[in-house]
């Protein structure tokens, strides 16, 4: 089916393991964004990707590695998890000249 | 730096009524004003959006109104719905940046009790 998706939906892990989330989208979209959400800070950008092997920082980068090696994919890695990486995330998908963004249905993520 | 107020954080509104969101921005580059709707267990989704050509844009139940001099914006739903029960968040980004980012407000969960 034709969208974005992301998996796991749902991630429990240990304080210092490595965690790949992993987003894919159908449209061939030019950009593609990592969000984080937090109850009371709302969608915080993490990484965002101009096209293949363009990325760029977003607000909280800090803790997070992105790649994009091809147009579809945007997987966001935690190198060492902790605590405060527990949330829910989110990808997303734009076309270069529109900015309506189409999300995923998020991976909530949980370190112990 | 938070670029974009969201208010109020909570909203529960009565079957019929009227609910209002309001967002006030900073940044006066910003020229693209979504709203996102996010039910419970799903990504946010477009809602409604407006530029700043124009003071008001209205889709259905759903009107945006726009002032420029005040750097605010507000959603309007009227004849509110239980089933228009979730959180809301306004956005705002630069069209001519390049890069696309949205800066999102902090959401507002809205009730529509029957």
């Known amino acids: 089916d034709a969208g974005i998706t992301q998996s796991p939906r749902y991630k429990i892990t240990e304080t210092g393991r490595q965690v790949t989330l992993m987003c894919h989208q159908t449209?061939?979209?030019?950009?593609m964004f990592w969000y984080r959400q937090d109850l009371g800070h709302g969608l915080r950008l993490i990484y965002y990707?101009?096209?293949?092997?363009?990325?760029d920082k977003g607000e909280v980068p800090d803790g997070y590695v992105v790649s994009r090696s091809k147009t579809e994919n945007f997987p966001l890695t935690l190198e060492s998890a902790t605590r405060s990486q527990t949330s829910v995330y989110f990808c997303a998908s734009t076309r270069s000249s529109y900015n309506e963004q189409f999300f995923g249905p998020g991976t909530r993520l949980t370190v112990l | 730096q938070q670029q974009v107020k969201q208010s109020p954080q909570s909203l529960i509104v009565q079957k019929g009524g009227i609910s209002i969101i309001n967002c006030a921005y900073e940044n006066t580059a910003f020229d693209y004003f979504p709203w996102y709707q996010q039910f419970p267990g799903k990504g946010p989704a477009l809602l409604i959006a407006i530029r700043p050509d124009v003071s008001e844009k209205k889709e259905g139940r759903f009107t945006i109104s726009f002032n420029k001099s005040a750097k605010q914006f507000s959603l309007h739903i009227m004849d509110s719905q239980p089933g228009d029960s979730a959180t809301y968040f306004c956005?705002?980004?630069?069209?001519?940046?390049?890069?696309?980012?949205?800066?999102f407000g902090k959401g507002t969960k809205l009730s529509v009790i029957p």
């Open positions: 956005a705002a980004s630069v069209s001519g940046a390049g890069s696309y980012q949205l800066t």
């Open positions: 990707s101009a096209a293949a092997d363009i990325t």
């Open positions: 449209w061939s979209h030019s950009y």
